[in-house]
T-cell receptor, first 115, second 110 residues
Framework: ETGVTQTPRHLVMGMTNKKSLKCEQH?????MYWYKQSAKKPLELMFV???????ENNSVPSRFSPECPNSSHLFLHLHTLQPEDSALYLC??????????????FGPGTRLTVL | RKEVEQDPGPFNVPEGATVAFNCTYS??????FFWYRQDCRKEPKLLMS???SGNEDGRFTAQLNRASQYISLLIRDSKLSDSATYLC???????????FGKGTRLSVIA
C-alpha cells in the first residue's frame, strides 16, 4: 500500500545483542527519517538524511547508529539497548524541493522489545 | 510556547456529529501545514495538506489562520471509522524538518 517498507516488523532482543532495522523507499524521494514512538507518547525525530547530509537529534543515545548508503535505503543499527528503548520505530521519506521539507510518507514501523 | 500544540483529547462524539480540532504553532514563518491520521499501533498517514485558502475533502475541511497562527480540522457526519489520533504537522521554515504535534484522540461512538 505504501511506498516505504520496513523490516523486520517485530523484533525482540536482549540488551547485549546487536541488530539492524532496514527501511526502503520506492517513491524516488531524496530525504529519509527515523522516528521513535513510545507508548502513548508523541513522535520523536531521531535522524534525518537529506541531500547527502545528516541531521540528528542530539538527545538520541549513541547506541543508535544510522546509515544511509543511498537515497532509497536507510538503516538503524542497534547495540547494547536498554528496556526503555522498547518502542515503535518508524521510517519515513519525503521530497525536498528548493530546500523545503514536504509531506512525509511513513513505513509500517518496527515494533521493538528490549528484554 | 511549544512549536506545535494540540488539545490531546480524547474527544468522544456520537456517530453523525461534527467535531473540530484546533492546533497552534509558534513560528510565524512556518510555510507548510498538514493533518495526519494515526490509527492505534499503526503508522501516521497523510490526511490532507492545509492551504491558505482552506480546503475540503469530502467530510473533512482544513483551514489556516496565519494571523492567529492556528490550523483547524473539521469532520462532519462522523463515522466509527474516523476514530483515530489526528496529528497536526507544521514545517517551521524551509530548511527545518516537519514538526509533529502530540495528536488529538478522537473516539466516535455508536
Amino acid at each position: 500500500e505504501t511506498g516505504v517498507t520496513q523490516t523486520p516488523r517485530h523484533l525482540v532482543m536482549g540488551m547485549t545483542n546487536k541488530k539492524s532495522l532496514k527501511c526502503e523507499q520506492h517513491l524516488g524521494h531524496n530525504a529519509m527519517y527515523w522516528y521513535k514512538q513510545s507508548a502513548k507518547k508523541p513522535l520523536e525525530l531521531m535522524f534525518v538524511y537529506s541531500l547527502e547530509e545528516r541531521v540528528e537529534n542530539n538527545s538520541v543515545p549513541s547506541r543508535f547508529s544510522p546509515e544511509c548508503p543511498n537515497s532509497s535505503h536507510l538503516f538503524l543499527h542497534l547495540h547494547t539497548l536498554q528496556p526503555e528503548d522498547s518502542a515503535l520505530y518508524l521510517c519515513a521519506s519525503s521530497q525536498r524541493t528548493s530546500g523545503t521539507y514536504n509531506e512525509q510518507f511513513f513505513g509500517p514501523g518496527t515494533r521493538l522489545t528490549v528484554l | 510556547r511549544k512549536e506545535v500544540e494540540q488539545d490531546p483529547g480524547p474527544f468522544n462524539v456520537p456517530e453523525g456529529a461534527t467535531v473540530a480540532f484546533n492546533c497552534t504553532y509558534s513560528n510565524s514563518a512556518s510555510q507548510s501545514f498538514f493533518w495526519y491520521r494515526q490509527d492505534c499501533r499503526k503508522e501516521p498517514k497523510l490526511l490532507m495538506s492545509v492551504y491558505s485558502s482552506g480546503n475540503e475533502d469530502g467530510r473533512f475541511t482544513a483551514q489556516l489562520n496565519r494571523a492567529s497562527q492556528y490550523i483547524s480540522l473539521l469532520i462532519r457526519d462522523s463515522k466509527l471509522s474516523d476514530s483515530a489520533t489526528y496529528l497536526c504537522v507544521v514545517s517551521p521554515s524551509g530548511n527545518t524538518p516537519l514538526v509533529f504535534g502530540k495528536g488529538t484522540r478522537l473516539s466516535v461512538i455508536a
